[in-house]
DNA sequence: CAAACCCATAGATAAAAACCTATAGGATAT
DNA sequence: ATATCCTATAGGTTTTTATCTATGGGTTTG
């Protein structure tokens, strides 16, 4: 490379702070290496042969591709490239666009593949370490990861708009138990919840229906078929197919909470994500909820 | 590259012949140095990351750009491809064209830049080994270098057409040297085969002029001036402001010789170049005057 | 649940690469 | 012509690289 700018080899052997023979016996090496002459030595100029040209540009080129790569790895760890695999329960799917929405925006080059699937389904991912980032609202065993709160998760009690407790107040737990119930598969978190504050005061549900979707229930409430459980996320504002409850004796109230596997490596696209969440959570998320402790996580992932 | 195909580091240790730890100890001494995850194992599979897959990628121009290298140089060792920079002496460029014509037009990739001059010319650059091949009527000290005859170079004397000895048949040396003699400068391969001549028949020339080029000397005698000396191959052939003496008693025949210097490399061009001089002499210069003993110079070239 | 398979690590070795110093021969400049 | 500068070669030393064997800890599968 450099002899052939130089034309020289002593004074290529003084710009890199070698010895002559050394660059000498690097030519002659090379020249061996591609079977061909590469430079003429004459009157104490080098003269490049065309196939010396030729693999000058050769080389020129390739370590052309060598800093288009170097640049893709400074992005990928400015966190502006690369991929952050997310998988997140059902019910996460109201929230977490709120925030991928706008960190898409500013990083238009990172990709985002959501996995949502009910919650046997991510932790059996998280097991596996498939992805970059797990929401959970009841993280799992945190031996081999780390979680940080991030938002509330309350939990409401809906009920048709007709029905008899809708309009009453201070509703209590007891009034509940003997209506029908439409619930998540068991497991799910919301569902734990309920239960273990049910099992927690002695009560039983005599009367349970089991929905695979919060959608599901939330129509199927609408519709009188009964009443449910459900994260007040799920709920659209405006819909007055149904209403919340007064129940003045129960408060079940969980968090979200981003989870990291400890022991694998985690991508700068989602050293990025985190970053932004902590800093963008008030914007993006009703401030009533949110609950932002990533920085005590980010800073345990540094 | 083999592993981001196999998705494995053992498969790809079997294939390349190598033990499983030799392909592991690669791959992390590659992050290393990359700084960087670009494989990530996971039940058993090897995932290969985004750098990953960019480097794998980076990998394949880089080996396309060598590969492209490598037919390069096929190419320049066909002779297809490259330079072949010939010197000659002035009065060899009234027949080397016709060589090299068809040449390039079968070799249009091939560079033939050319050099002409007079003797000491075309021998400085001998001497410092500047070209390729070297055309030459008397050929220098073949110290470093060797020669091959190609074709006859008959000297003629040339008149006015109206000089008393044009018409006169069984002229002789005699009759020619009290005559103005136009000549090209001391040291030209004419002049010193014609001078030779005359000192070894103990005569010496009383007046003469020095004339520059070939054409100088030709439209010189045409007009007058005096007679010359030249090529047989300088004289065009429809020409009649001048004519050739009938000289019985002299007989100035050199020959032009192709001279390689032996203590250089010689580009695949050339030797090329000379292949095809061989080959096509008596196809492209009129046969009379052909003397092919390239096969010996191109023999011992190999 | 054991056998088979996968990958990671440690330690050792042999080959190669990368340099250096010393030296010699040719070209250039003073 | 003599000092200077250039490149080539020889010989030797120090790193670095490329591998291997042995071993251990997980996964998958019969």
């Not at 459980?229 to 504002?237: A, E, G, I, K, T």
């Amino acid at each position: 490379m450099c002899v052939v700018k130089t034309r020289s080899i002593s004074e290529t052997a003084r710009q890199l702070h070698l010895t002559q023979p050394t660059v000498s016996q690097q030519i002659k090496r090379l020249q061996e290496t591609v079977n061909e002459p590469l430079v003429m030595v004459n009157q104490q100029r080098i003269h490049v042969t065309e196939a010396g040209f030729a693999l000058f540009q050769t080389c020129q080129q390739v370590f052309g591709h060598f800093d288009d790569y170097q640049d893709y790895l400074a992005e990928l760890r400015g966190g502006e490239r690369g991929r952050c695999k997310i998988a997140m329960v059902n019910t996460a799917q109201y929230i977490l666009p709120k925030l991928l929405g706008p960190y898409s925006n500013l990083h238009p080059h990172v990709e985002l593949p959501l996995e949502i699937g009910n919650r046997a389904e991510v932790l059996a991912r998280f097991e596996r370490g498939e992805d970059d980032i797990y929401v959970f609202s009841h993280p799992p065993s945190l031996e081999h990861a780390k979680a940080g709160r991030f938002l509330q998760n309350p939990l409401v009690f809906i009920a048709p708009t007709n029905h008899a407790l809708a309009s009453q107040t201070q509703v209590t737990l007891q009034d509940l138990v003997s209506e029908r119930f439409l619930l998540r598969e068991p497991g799910s978190a919301t569902r734990m919840l309920f239960e273990s504050e049910l099992q927690s005061r002695g009560f039983v549900l005599s009367n349970t229906v089991q929905m695979a979707s919060n959608e599901a229930i939330r129509v199927a409430v609408g519709s009188g078929m009964g009443l449910g459980v459900v994260s007040r996320h799920v709920l659209p504002p405006h819909d007055t197919s149904f209403c919340m409850l007064d129940v003045k004796d129960v408060n079940l109230a969980s968090h979200w909470y981003f989870v990291v596997r400890t022991d694998r490596h985690l991508s700068h696209a989602a050293r990025s994500f985190l970053k932004f969440a902590q800093l963008n959570l008030e914007q993006c998320l009703n401030k009533q909820w949110v609950t932002n402790e990533l920085n005590l996580l980010n800073e345990s992932l540094n």
